[in-house]
């Protein structure tokens, strides 16, 4: 059983940066999304960023310039860079993956669906900005 698990979060002055991490364990499928969400208290959760096998990537225009995200080479860790953070940049963030046994995974799908297209998600890391 495939296992996520974030790390990376604390505690941040505004404009300060962070790097999350999200190790993806026991996974041996080829085609698959990988996404960042995060959820802040009384809010819906907020998808951010998503990357596929082969690399592409989208982010959210409310991150966009300021959150990247990637992957290591061997596809087992999962990254979002924070820069240039907020004080609404404050929420638990969350990794969650759409593996697939046959085809290629697509942004736009992930992008349709929302977090519902995602079916294995981590515990989450939580991320503080304040001053």
Known sequence: QVHMEESGGGSVRPGGSLRLSCIVSRHTYTHYCLGWFRQA???EREGLAI???????????SVKGR???SQDYAKTTLYLQMDSLKAEDTAMY??????REEG????????????????????????TVSS
């Open 41 to 43: 208290p009384g809010k």
């Open 51 to 61: 990357i596929e096998d082969d690399g592409d990537t989208n982010v959210a225009d």
């Open 67 to 69: 959150f990247t995200v």
């Open 94 to 99: 969350y990794c969650a993956a759409h593996f």
């Open 104 to 127: 290629p995974c697509y942004i736009e799908d992930a992008l349709e669906r929302g977090a519902g297209f995602f079916y294995t998600w981590g515990q989450g890391t939580q991320v």
